[in-house]
């Protein structure tokens, strides 16, 4: 309908976002009449005492919260005061504090539209990957410590393990911290103990035999016994996902436009490249 899709309209937002902003400007900018008066209302006093009772779990008395109102009122002339003196300007801190806080305050105005459900099955569609449940490997390992030894002798020593191995012997690697067995465990978990990449060589192994694989700790022989590939699951079960993951690519679209805007207020004085070797 063609009021559904005025209200889903960027530039709508990005309008009612220009207005509050100008709304609170002409608040709150420094140097005018009003500088050296500061107003305590009671919605600020509610606030607060609210504040309070959150952290001390119960309401402030009287005379508490006529302190929090002298501190708020220090508060709000030093902070015009500071103001008055420049010390914000050149501040990375301050700098950084104001930016987040307009970035909320333009992402709370930024209100989304809720999503049919043709457009959550056509982004799901879209997005499977980002869905998918991530590969699980389950593998015994046999640590071989590499400490001290040369690449024949852990050839050697590969060659005996296995050999025990095919006959049913009972062998163990050397100490380690290491886990002998593993059961369903993801990349990043397998990734995180035996490094990266490990996962792939895991990935790449039949399934019932050993192996030798090398990873940052030194050299195994693995047995993968299951694997169990990435899976996209149906639409139905993620519905609750695919809506938040759909109300974060729009309103990272949204903040990406408004920010365009933003940078069309403005004329922009770049150092010139520098120029290049050669």
């Known amino acids: 309908m063609l009021i559904i899709k005025i209200i889903r309209e960027p530039l709508l937002h990005f309008m009612l976002a220009g207005f509050l902003l100008f709304i609170l400007y002409n608040q709150v900018a420094p140097g005018s009449a009003d500088a050296n008066h500061v107003v305590v209302t009671k919605e600020q006093v509610n606030f607060l005492k609210m504040k309070y009772e959150q952290e001390w779990l119960r309401p ?3 005379g508490e919260t006529q302190t929090l109102i002298d501190e708020y009122i220090l508060d709000e002339i030093y902070y015009r005061e500071a103001l008055a003196l420049g010390i914000d300007a050149g501040d990375e801190v301050i700098r950084r504090r104001l930016r987040q806080k ?16 043709q457009e959550l099955q056509d982004f799901y569609q879209a997005h499977q990957q980002e869905f998918a449940t991530a590969p699980q490997f389950s593998f015994d390992q046999l640590f071989i410590s590499t400490d001290s030894l040369t690449d024949t002798a852990i050839d050697k020593k590969l060659s005996v393990l296995k050999e025990k191995l095919a006959h049913g012997e009972a062998v163990s690697g050397d100490p380690s911290l290491l886990q002998r067995s593993y059961t369903l465990k993801i990349p990043s978990y397998v990734d995180g103990i035996f490094g990266e990449g490990f996962s792939w060589q895991l990935q790449a192994l039949p399934v019932g035999q050993w192996q030798s694989l090398r990873s940052s700790l030194g050299v195994h022989l693995v047995r993968l016994t299951e694997y169990k590939p990435a899976a ?3 639409f139905a079960e993620l519905r609750s996902q ?17 920010n365009a805007q933003l940078l069309k207020k403005y004329q922009i004085s770049r150092p010139e490249a520098e120029a290049r070797d050669g």
């Open 232 to 234: 996209v699951r149906p």
């Open 60 to 62: 402030p008395t009287a």
């Open 102 to 117: 307009l970035s909320f305050f333009v992402e709370d105005t930024l209100r989304l539209a809720n999503p049919d459900e």
């Open 242 to 258: 695919v809506v938040q993951r759909w109300q974060s690519s729009q309103r990272l679209e949204m903040t990406n436009q408004y």
